[in-house]
Nanobody, 117 residues
């Protein structure tokens, strides 16, 4: 059974940091590019960042560039998102998602991030 399980969300003050994790199982994690997407209350899905299979290439949405870092540990089958200098506008449910062309798309269940004082 394929599973993507996010963790690490929570409530944080503006300017604070959080590190999200996404534990993968049931598929060959290292064969997939991976991405983080988010959905703010009442809004559509927003792509946040993507990382290639080996972890050497990353790309970010302009809204998070310079504040967020996507990374992965293929030995642990885990994807990460380090989020620094958080803003209220970053409040959303964050999802990890597979993103390898030609391969199935897998989604996690999401983790809530709330940035508020």
């Amino acid at each position: 059974e394929v599973q993507l399980v996010e963790s690490g969300g929570g409530l944080v003050q503006p300017g604070g940091s959080l590190r999200l994790s996404c534990a993968a199982s049931g598929f060959t994690f290292s064969s997939y590019a991976m991405t983080w997407v988010r959905q703010a209350p009442g809004k559509g899905l927003e792509w946040v960042a993507v990382i290639n299979r080996g972890g050497g290439t990353t790309t970010y949405a302009d809204s998070v560039k310079g504040r967020f870092t996507i990374s992965r540990d293929n030995a642990k089958n885990t994807l990460y998102l380090q989020m620094n200098s958080l803003k209220p506008a970053d409040t959303a449910v964050y999802y990890c998602k597979s993103a390898q062309i030609g391969r199935p798309i897998y989604w996690g269940q999401g983790t809530q991030v709330t940035v508020s004082s």
